[in-house]
């Protein structure tokens, strides 16, 4: 245990190598190749050291998955993102958009955060330090699940840097349920507005197909059907209409696919929307205030052929493109 201890701290602390390098040679992952030293996001440095002046975001796994209800494994979600994000790599230009990645915005991979297993408390209380050091820094950034439960940690980290937060959140599940003390992976929406950490009156939930208090309920909802039913262009104004100019957090359960598009997940529903579709709305909504994303969910142990993982790992680099369209 003491080991494991110190290798935590040591992490914590981000000094592994004297540049901040999570592996030996951090140029093993500036590679272009699809299959070879697969260890980082789309092939970006792996590295705790954020304190470049050019750095615009910081990609961060977060390997937990006590919080969840259903399928457990989403732990695994972080690494089989990475695995799958190799696919993306060899595009400089992801279609798409009219810029090159690099050209606008420099990011790195942050590792995954170390916490004490089995503590719940523990994961939050690191997340939170880390987030925190990373928007301090003035870097956006791109978390990768670890089920939903982690958000609310990924919450509390930003709100110091930019204040209560609009939500815009694409889920099956509302995950605001009130269930009084309880934490989990269903209840953090539930508990952030209560911290002070988002307005419900600015925030939407995209997606949602599940049961609700459709009488007595804080957020805009655009369920699934809507989603499905009305021109991307009608959920973008939407969206857009809710948030406005605010500071906006962009929480993504890849549950709001529907299993056909992401079978690999804790709670699957049926009726969700494409992976094409939650593409083009973000696309719509690129140049709202968002300082923060995550994509959470994703359980390679029930996923086929890599389907949610590349969903997940495709949201990701779109969101890179999202935040670097604003550069
Ligand atoms: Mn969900």
Not at 160 to 171: T, V
Request: aromatic content about 8%.
């Amino acid at each position: 245990m003491s080991n494991e201890n110190e290798k935590s701290v040591q992490l914590a602390d981000g000094a592994l190598m004297a540049d901040g390098s999570l592996v030996p040679d951090g140029s093993l992952t500036a590679d272009g190749s699809i299959y070879a030293n697969v260890f980082s996001f789309a092939g970006l440095p792996l590295t705790r050291d954020i304190d470049r002046a050019d750095l615009g975001a910081v990609v961060m796994g977060i390997p937990y998955d006590l919080g969840t209800s259903g399928r457990p494994g989403a732990r695994s979600g972080p690494n089989a993102i990475r695995q799958a994000s190799a696919n993306l790599r060899w595009e400089a230009q992801r279609w798409p958009w009219d810029f090159r990645l690099s050209d606008r915005l420099q990011a790195v991979d942050y590792g995954d955060i170390e916490f004490s297993s089995g503590d719940s408390t523990d994961m939050l209380a690191r997340v939170t330090e880390h987030t925190m050091r990373i928007t301090g820094a003035g870097k956006t950034l791109i978390s990768l699940g670890g089920d939903h439960f982690v958000t609310l940690a990924l919450l509390r980290g930003h709100v110091g840097a930019h204040g209560k937060l609009a939500l815009i959140h694409f889920d099956a599940h509302t995950d605001s349920y009130d269930e009084h003390e309880k934490y989990d992976h269903g209840s953090m929406f539930y508990h952030a507005p209560k911290e002070g950490l988002i307005d419900p009156a600015r925030s939407v939930q995209i997606g949602i197909r599940t049961d609700h208090d459709r009488t007595n309920h804080a957020y805009q909802v655009i369920d699934a059907d809507q989603a499905n039913e009305q021109s991307v262009e009608d959920t973008v104004r939407a969206i857009r209409a809710r948030v406005g100019e605010s500071p906006a957090y962009l929480s993504f359960d890849i549950d709001c696919l529907d299993p056909a598009f992401a079978p690999g997940t804790g709670t699957p529903v049926v009726g969700g929307l494409s992976t094409a579709r939650a593409l083009r709305i973000l696309r719509g909504i690129a140049d709202l205030n968002i300082v923060g994303f995550d994509v959470v969910e994703v359980l390679p142990a029930y996923d086929q052929a890599q389907i949610t993982a590349l969903a997940g790992a495709s949201l990701a680099l779109e969101f890179l493109y999202m935040r670097a369209s604003r550069s």
